[in-house]
């Protein structure tokens, strides 16, 4: 099992920054891939950032240029740095894992694992 705990979440103006941060705990050496998801009220949930075991990577169209998915296995955290934030971009942010290798596109059925989530509000 892999627990995963996010943190970072927090109301932001349009252009502002923010890092979310998802430490992770149990049998860590199973995770093969590891994603940041969002979702906004009436939405589905949309993968935009995801990185490999050995520290691939890749993002949703949305968020290209923009956002920067990393991850620091001596400390099992998995942080999101978001930049240029928009109003859309409000949403809850979920971390997840999985055993598998990464898949494209980044699609929340390839994951067994999640956290709780963290929200990030973006205003005008």
């Known amino acids: 099992q892999v627990q995963l705990v996010e943190s970072g979440g927090a109301s932001v103006q349009a252009g502002g920054s923010l890092r979310l941060s998802c430490a992770f705990s149990?049998?860590?050496?199973?995770?093969?891939?590891m994603a940041w998801f969002r979702q906004a009220p009436g939405k589905e949930r949309e993968g935009i950032a995801r990185i490999d075991g050995i520290g691939y990577t890749a993002y949703a169209d949305s968020v290209l240029g923009r956002f920067n998915i990393s991850k620091d296995n001596a400390n099992n955290i998995l942080s999101l740095q978001m930049n240029s934030l928009k109003v859309e971009g409000s949403a809850m942010y979920y971390c997840?894992?999985?055993?598998?290798?990464?898949?494209?596109?980044?699609?929340?059925?390839?994951?067994?694992?999640w956290g709780q989530g963290t929200q990030v509000t973006v205003s005008p």
């Open positions: 149990g049998s860590t050496y199973i995770i093969r891939c």
């Open positions: 997840a894992a999985d055993r598998t290798w990464c898949q494209r596109p980044i699609s929340d059925g390839d994951f067994a694992y």
